[in-house]
């Protein structure tokens, strides 16, 4: 018989300590993922199905939930909270808005908050079975673009039938944004999931910051909105903090990858003049000001999930060793 | 290290820190911080051994004795503070019941999810798959959702996939204890196979009977460290004696047949017997002949089986045991029949003894009865100087550095 090669060695004393040291298999995760599929899909389907076990609906509820959500909106700011003068597909502008930035906000901040919990929900298997946990925040993940997907459709759907939305080429850029968007709550979910062993705490304050969150991002107003504000307090000059948030080009995108452009909610009460400056609006004149385009805000978003994926995977990975003792 | 060597573990320690509340462990960062706020568990320091390929090796020690703690190294789940380990080959281990399963998962599910948490494909998976339903004997039940298994289906289901596997290093964690008679043997069968292939088997029981059966070494671990690894035998009886020492609580010494046992082979009575007569009789001298007489039913479906009896002083400390299976007797009984241990010149020494006989199944591993016999053995004074327990053939030697050199010899 042949010997079988060395599989499994382990020395505390040529361990490597430190976050930095866990950033070089990084280059690897992608290659763990893709060798692992059946397990990442058996973890999805675990998950999806855990959610609406014992339900008469079952799965029917990841479609339910967004129609009714879109209703309820479209009920809200077309009518009871309509813009004042606007009636009809004027008004239902700001429901398409609001839904497409919710979808997108909401997939985010649902996944990444179950990745909180993911490594203690699934302790009993850390504890006791070796395989690379560092794939166990995938499966929310990807429920949750299921649900955004769904909402997608019904926004697409509705979008399109009242020529709020419009087909073309930018279509084609929703798996790139559906790439990043991946990218992102992974990064985030790893750094969560690693706290969260860590400071049970974690969670709580998590979902309270994410309220925050949600306001801070473009989700329920226009950018020229918020920038007419700054400008009504004399703070124009910091209106790229807007940008800063990690969220904001990633909302945008999802938005304008839609078909929902930027440019169609406008609450403009300031003009920019060919000098650059901002004057209050009067009647009669027009928008000069064009905003930034959907790979703008796609870049934007691409450098801010690179940089969560790179802090998330390498903090996870540098304690990952210690979770079956922690949890 | 010898390179031949399946596990090699050296010097690994780990120590878990117990932290009384979560602020514990917040001050202890803080550079400021003069003392500990944790009280530390040393769940092992500095063990050190080797596994030769093709060896069973039964892990034994008390609660906390850091059995667990090593096992989980081993399986690579969690890791020592210092020191390391190698292993050769794939590793597989069955650390917990159900460990690894989905309950909401159907048993075919969970067979595949299980491959997978393994590295195996869903192809190669399906391959194994009849054989895994074969083992596991859940046919009517594979596509079942696990959660209305019972303990024991599921301690077959994981049994059947880890095994499926062909790891050529298996650990397995006191998890057979649940399956049924019949899959016990089963899966002792499996091990014997298993262990003639030259795979390695790491196994942790409570069970010494067990570890005896099955392991060719045994490694003890005290509160932590290593205190003895040899072969599988005299460490269980090392073990043993400790234990014994300890706590001399009572047993199944008493068990009686009953309708339980009605279907299984048992035993119906054990008497002692004169040799030289045949009559019964409790009372010996040392170098009378003495019979222990059997009698025994084969259950409803005769098998072949083993019959041992082992010879304790009241503190249950072995003197002598023997059984068919190591005599390489066959015993194959029909339906019902008499087997006698024939002792024909008694070399205990005067005391009370107890004569425990057991009806096993042809490994000698699984108990299905044991009963003590009628009387216990009573051994009367032979010489009014002897000392001890046993009357040892021996012989004494004397040499002298004087100018004649005398020497002596006596027999006894």
Not at chain 1, 47 to 66: E, I
Not at chain 1, 197 to 218: E, G, K, M, N
Request: glycine share 8%.
């Amino acid at each position: 018989m042949t010997t079988p090669e060395l599989l499994h060695t382990y020395d505390a004393a040529t361990n490597p300590k430190g976050m930095l040291r866990h950033l070089t298999p990084l280059i690897g995760y992608p290659g763990v993922v893709a060798s692992n599929t059946t397990l990442i899909a058996n973890f999805f389907r675990r998950d999806l199905l855990g959610r609406f076990r014992g339900s008469f609906l079952g799965l029917f509820w990841v479609l339910v939930q967004p129609i009714f959500l879109f209703a309820i909106y479209f009920m809200v700011f077309g009518f009871l909270f309509a813009p004042k003068g606007q009636t009809g597909a004027a008004s239902v502008e700001f429901a398409i808005y609001l839904f497409g930035g919710i979808i997108a906000f909401s997939s985010f901040s649902e996944s990444t908050t179950r990745s909180c919990n993911t490594v203690l929900e699934n302790g009993n298997l850390v504890k006791k079975v070796r395989f690379p946990c560092e794939l166990l925040p995938i499966s929310n993940i990807l429920v949750a673009l299921i649900v955004y997907a769904v909402g997608a459709v019904v926004l697409l759907c509705v979008g399109l039938s009242l020529g709020q939305i419009t087909v073309g080429a930018h279509m084609l850029a929703l798996p790139l944004v559906a790439l990043v968007h991946f990218t992102m709550c992974l990064g985030v979910g790893l750094l969560l999931a690693t706290l969260q062993v860590l400071v049970r705490d974690t969670v709580h304050l998590y979902t309270i910051a994410q309220q925050a969150w949600f306001f801070l991002s473009p989700v329920f107003w226009p950018y020229s909105m918020i920038q007419g504000k700054l400008l009504d307090y004399g703070l124009g000059q910091w209106s790229w903090l807007i940008e800063f948030n990690p969220l904001y080009g990633l909302v945008q995108s999802h938005r304008q990858a839609l078909g929902f452009g930027h440019d169609h909610i406008q609450m403009h009460r300031y003009v920019m003049t060919p000098a650059g400056e901002h004057v209050p609006m009067v009647d009669g004149h027009h928008v000069v000001e064009s905003l930034p385009g959907l790979w703008y805000h796609l870049g934007l978003a691409s450098a801010w999930s690179l940089l969560f994926l790179l802090i998330g995977y390498s903090f996870f990975m540098s304690r990952k060793n210690k979770f079956s003792d922690l949890v | 290290m010898s390179d031949q060597a399946a596990i090699s573990v050296h010097d690994v320690s780990k120590t878990y820190r117990i932290y009384g509340n979560p602020f514990g462990r917040i001050k202890e960062l803080m550079p400021w911080n003069k003392h500990p706020h944790h009280q530390a568990v040393h769940a092992l320091t500095g063990v050190n051994f080797e596994v030769e390929s093709g060896q069973c090796v039964g892990l034994i020690g008390g609660n906390g004795a850091g059995k667990s703690t090593l096992l989980k190294i081993l399986t690579g789940t969690t890791f020592p503070d210092t020191g390391g380990y190698s292993i050769r080959g794939n590793v597989a281990s069955l650390l917990e019941l159900g460990a690894g399963f989905t309950m909401d998962f159907t048993g075919r599910e969970n067979i595949y999810m299980n491959g997978a948490m393994m590295g195996i494909s869903h192809r190669e998976m399906r391959s194994r798959f009849d054989e895994i339903l074969e083992f596991s004997e859940l046919h009517e039940f594979i596509d079942a959702p696990l959660r209305t298994y019972s303990s024991g289906m599921i301690c077959r289901l994981g049994f059947s996939v880890a095994v499926a596997t062909d790891p050529d290093v298996l650990i397995i964690d006191e998890i057979l204890s649940v399956g049924d008679m019949n899959f016990q043997r089963k899966c002792v069968e499996r091990i014997y196979d298993y262990k003639k292939n030259g795979k390695t088997l790491f196994f942790c029981s409570h069970s010494l009977y067990d570890v005896r059966q099955i392991c060719d070494d045994a490694i003890w671990l005290d509160r932590g460290t290593l205190r003895m690894q040899g072969d599988a035998v005299s460490v269980t009886n090392e073990y043993s004696t400790l234990q014994n020492q300890l706590s001399d609580d009572d047993g199944d010494l008493n068990a009686d047949p009953d309708d339980f046992y009605r279907d299984q082979p048992h035993l119906v009575s054990a008497t002692l017997i004169d040799l030289a007569t045949g009559e019964p009789r409790a009372r010996f001298q040392p170098g009378e002949g003495l019979g222990v007489r059997i009698h025994l039913r084969n259950g409803d479906t005769p098998k072949e089986i083993t019959v041992g009896v082992a010879v304790m002083r009241r503190d249950k400390l072995i003197l002598f045991s023997a059984s068919t299976e190591m005599d390489k007797v066959p015993v194959n009984i029909d339906n019902e029949g008499f087997v006698t241990l024939l002792l024909p010149d008694l070399r205990i020494l005067a005391g009370e003894y107890v004569l425990m006989c057991g009806v096993m199944d042809r490994h000698g591993f699984h108990r299905f009865h044991q009963l003590p016999t009628s009387e216990n053995l009573i051994i009367e004074v032979a010489k009014e100087k002897d000392l001890g327990v046993l009357l040892h053939d021996h012989q004494w030697k004397v040499e002298s550095r004087t100018a004649t050199p005398g020497e002596a010899e006596r027999k006894v």
